[in-house]
T-cell receptor, first 114, second 114 residues
């Protein structure tokens, strides 16, 4: 199982773009990179998943370099409501996986200030 | 938008008592999970359930724990004899099927063992 390393905390201001980088040097060929968001006293919420290059949805973008040893979650123009813990997960949890067990690390506490 | 629901939102019990935490996964989802999060700590996987049987469990999920899907809609987690260290937020999650990877988490049940 690939271990992930991400910053413990980050601060930003409303309207700024936030980039959270996750290192996963031991990522395996079958592993996908997935990001979840968690607000206090709530369950985690899926944000985005990718395997390589770039993935974009209505919430965020995920950039994955060719060697896949790191990834960057990009949140455009954050607001106060984006204050949450963001988790980077790496594992064989992509399409077709019959397991799907998620391994959460400590995540990155993002605080958005007015 | 369909969502996972959990009841109760907060359960207080005495050490040694049995508790049952209830979850209603999203209709038509095929994979079901329980996670827990002790206050201030990581989200930890407990068990996954598919096709009416446990597909994977963690070392936390010992003989004191059991899961059941009694009626095709509810998914329950039973702790037979609660310990103080079982105090945590318990999250249920469900996933549509093999072709998907996103897990949908419920709001959680806060279990307090006194």
């Amino acid at each position: 199982l690939a271990k992930t390393t991400q910053p413990i905390s980050m601060d930003s201001y409303e309207g700024q773009e936030v980039n959270i980088t996750c290192s996963h040097n031991n990522i395996a060929t079958n592993d996908y990179i997935t990001w979840y968001q968690q607000f206090p006293s709530q369950g985690p919420r899926f944000i985005i998943q990718g395997y390589k290059t770039k993935v974009t949805n209505e919430v965020a973008s995920l950039f994955i370099p060719a060697d896949r040893k790191s990834s960057t979650l990009s949140l455009p123009r954050v607001s106060l409501s984006d204050t949450a813990v963001y988790y980077c997960l790496v594992g064989d949890i992509g399409r077709g996986s019959t397991l799907g067990r998620l391994y959460f690390g400590r995540g990155t506490q993002l605080t958005v200030w007015p | 938008e369909p969502e996972v629901t959990q009841t109760p939102s907060h359960q207080v019990t005495q050490m040694g008592q049995e508790v049952i935490l209830r979850c209603v996964p999203i209709s038509n989802h095929l994979y079901f999970y329980w996670y827990r999060q002790i206050l201030g700590q990581k989200v930890e996987f407990l068990v996954s359930f598919y096709n009416n049987e446990i597909s994977e469990k963690s070392e936390i999920f010992d003989d004191q724990f059991s899961v059941e899907r009694p009626d095709g809609s509810n998914f329950t987690l039973k702790i037979r004899s609660t310990k103080l260290e079982d105090s945590a937020m318990y999250f249920c999650a469900s996933r549509p099927g093999d072709a998907s990877y996103e897990q949908y988490f419920g709001p959680g049940t806060r279990l307090t063992v006194t």
